[in-house]
């Protein structure tokens, strides 16, 4: 079966350790956030569960790095940082995108795609980030290269977003054709449904990274309100995984515009289920 050409469609590295970029040309982001080198838990409960006792962890992906899940931790490991995450994932199941209005959400995607260059500060116990012109420079802050690290994959075009639908649609159909025991791929079919499931793993991640920016900059609206800046990130991953899971290129919206309004929803949802625990 022929690949599918599309020439700004990158393989992403399924390393869990993400290299520190090469920042001589990127914007810093200011010192402020006090995270220890060592070992930085975004959630502040003791008991962190770590993937490596995970009996259910597979190989690590940008979709689990991005996984939403409870608690992530954030390590220094000489020039490298290493993000692991545990704890349960939170539920979206129960949410009905027939709320979702086009118009509402590209209204609101368009500012969030246009603010951009922010940073952290320990200003006050909201963790709020603010705007500033930053200086370029590598930083000691495991959290700061990340965000760095993910401000560096360019967004999608409408055209790029549907051919990495396609390619995820063709993947999922593949993956079912081969798990299928009542209908066994022939043998020589079998190396071709074997690339179009890796192709769409390939372009879920791409679809994935290229929209956690989206997530970063609509978790800003909702800092100080109880949670704190990370926590937020982390539950607007969440979202932006579900939209990847329902998105339908058919219906003629942009994804990154669906993302918008489930990345909204889950951080929304997050807030709301922390103050029914806090009362």
């Known amino acids: 079966m022929e690949e599918p050409d599309i020439s700004d469609a990158e393989e992403f590295d399924d390393d869990l350790i993400v290299s520190s970029p090469d920042l001589d040309s990127e914007d810093d982001l200011d010192d402020d956030l006090d995270i220890d080198d060592d070992d930085t838990d975004v959630d502040d409960d003791d008991d962190d569960t770590d993937v490596d006792d995970d009996d259910d962890y597979d190989e690590p992906t940008v979709e689990r790095i991005a996984t939403g899940k409870v608690k992530a ?4 490991d000489g020039d490298d940082v290493v993000m692991t995450i545990g704890g349960k994932r939170r539920s979206l199941d129960d949410v009905d995108d027939s709320q979702f209005s086009e ?56 055209v790029q977003e549907v051919e990495l639908a396609k390619r995820i649609e063709a993947g999922l159909f593949a993956e079912e054709r081969l798990s299928d025991a009542d209908h066994v791929v022939a043998a020589e079919d079998l190396d071709d449904f074997e690339w179009i499931a890796e192709d769409g793993r390939r372009a879920k991640n791409h679809l994935l990274e290229a929209n956690l920016r989206l997530v970063v900059s609509l978790a800003k609206r909702y800092t100080g309100r109880g949670m704190l800046f990370l926590d937020l990130i982390q539950e607007g991953n969440l979202g932006l995984i579900r939209a990847v899971e329902k998105f339908d290129y058919t219906k003629g919206y942009k994804f990154s515009t669906y993302a918008t309004w489930w990345i909204k929803q889950a951080i ?12």
Request: hydrophobic share 35%.
């Open 103 to 158: 118009k509402k959400e590209k209204t609101l995607e368009k500012e969030l795609i246009e603010d951009q260059g922010f940073s952290l500060s320990d200003a006050d116990d909201a963790d709020e980030p603010e705007q500033q012109v930053v200086s370029a420079g590598a930083t000691a802050d495991p959290v700061k290269d990340y965000l760095k690290q993910i401000g560096k994959v360019a967004l999608l075009n409408a």
């Open 73 to 76: 931790k954030f390590k220094r």
């Open 268 to 279: 929304t949802r997050a807030m709301a289920d922390q103050a029914r625990t806090i009362r």
